[in-house]
């Protein structure tokens, strides 16, 4: 049984971005750690929810950056949590495994980009979770990611995971072969920055003519002027309020085509 809590303050700079998505009125919004295990290992994501909606609706699956479970993360839960979502951030790592330095982060993250196979598996574990969970509605979990987690969307995508659309925010673009998109079934959203250092314009091309391949496929490719890597973390000199504003803003209407919220009544 999950033990719910009303919300706890978040450190200031997430804070103050958390409130540009006001709860609705007689909103009940509740959050828990999520202990679970995936081959047997330990591993502990962090649930966001409205409990004053009174039926299942759709959920969004949640990816962190390479530092782990964090407060950006759980920031962005809560955001959603407020839109009518359920919103579940997934634990790539496992628990207690929270890089502190971007050294650390980059030696754990490195494991997986090593081998990707081993990280849609961990996005499988973490969806696997979320679908089991009361007020989720079979059949209506999107996926999104930051950064690594962004990657992490789209290699799941890849896989031709069953989901209602996947989402990366500035992820690192892995070249595939151009055959490899024709597993994937989810619409897709990829939002990436103009000034990412990680992310070329070659790389964005490698990955239209992927996607080009497969003509059924919806996605789109959205490049944001001016933004760096990481452009959606406050309180970073990275962060870029207006791009970060126009992402999240194209992220909420993917949702609303892919995965809409029903009204209240």
Known sequence: ?????????????????????PA???????????P????????????????????????????HAWNGVGANIEMRARMLSRLGYVAFAADLY???????????????????YADLPLLARRVQAGLDVLVRMTGVEPGRVAVAGYCFGGTAALEFARTGAR???ATSFHGTLFEHDAADGAATRAPLLIITGAADDLVPDSAVARLMAELRATPDLSWEIDIISGAPHAFTVPGTDRFRPLADARSWGRFRRFLAETNPIRPLR
Do not use: N, W
């Open 94 to 112: 496992g628990a207690g495994i929270r890089p502190t330095s971007p050294e650390e982060a980059r030696a754990v993250s490195s494991a997986y």
């Open 1 to 21: 049984m999950l033990q719910l809590t009303a919300e706890c303050p978040l450190p200031e700079p997430f804070e103050e971005l958390l409130a540009k998505v």
């Open 163 to 165: 989901i209602a659309g």
């Open 24 to 34: 609705h009125s007689g909103s009940r919004i509740r959050v828990a750690r999520v």
């Open 36 to 63: 679970y295990a995936v081959d047997g290992a330990p591993f502990e994501g962090f649930l966001a929810l409205d409990k004053s909606r009174p039926v299942s609706g759709p959920a969004v699956l949640l990816l």
